[in-house]
């Protein structure tokens, strides 16, 4: 079901509610501006699923010499993840800013460790959703639907500057994600939601 609210911008498909700015606003990831610093900045880790946390835990073998030794410390401590002052599983961070997963190319640039390794080949572990998702945040609702909402966040503002010199909605830039997380029939009625509202505008 694709519903459309008169009052708010929100579009409804299946159980999940989608903010309408998720189709309007522009996004691209510049990781040569921006250095990775989502992985960085903050005062907790990445949003993870329960589910996540074995497949976080068996790649440690394929990742584990692209981790810092205070990363390898933590994990170590207190293993991959934690729960934040939120009550939130999350990834473990170091010195209370990096994931744990984080690792740097020689440019200085942050990148996640398992999702490089994923692409090499040396696990079939992929970095949790939420990261892959981000920026859009997933939320779970007392309803029991499912909550998408555009988190803007200060250092993005080279990826926003980059998806509008490209006009690339968000939900088109997240396309892959969003198929991972909630399947390609359901991206499909996306589309056509996208389409509608931009319509009705």
Not at 7 to 13: A, D, F, R, V
Not at 115 to 142: D, F, M, W
Request: proline residues 3%; hydrophobic residues 35%; aromatic residues 8%.
């Amino acid at each position: 079901m694709v519903k459309r609210d008169d009052y708010l911008p929100i579009i409804q498909i299946g159980d999940v509610l989608v903010s309408a700015d998720i189709f309007t606003e522009c996004f691209c990831c510049d990781l040569d501006k921006c250095k990775g610093m989502c992985c960085v900045e903050g005062t907790s880790g990445a949003p993870v699923k329960i589910e996540e946390v074995v497949d976080l835990e068996d790649s440690l073998d394929a990742v584990w010499q692209d981790l810092s030794a205070g990363a390898q410390s933590v994990i170590d401590r207190q293993g991959v993840v934690y729960t934040d002052s939120d009550h939130d599983l999350v990834t473990s961070i170091v010195n209370g800013k990096d994931c744990v997963f984080t690792c740097y190319d020689d440019n200085g640039c942050c990148l996640c460790a398992i999702e490089k390794a994923c692409r090499t080949g040396k696990t079939r572990c992929q970095k949790p959703i939420s990261c892959a998702l981000y920026p859009i945040r997933e939320s779970r609702l007392s309803s029991g639907l499912t909550a998408l909402n555009y988190n803007r966040w200060d250092v993005c503002r080279d990826a926003i500057e980059k998806g509008q010199e490209l006009n690339l909605p968000l939900y088109q830039f997240l396309k892959a994600p969003l198929i991972r997380r909630f399947g390609a029939e359901w991206y499909k009625a996306l589309e056509a939601a996208a389409s509608y509202f931009k319509s009705q505008a």
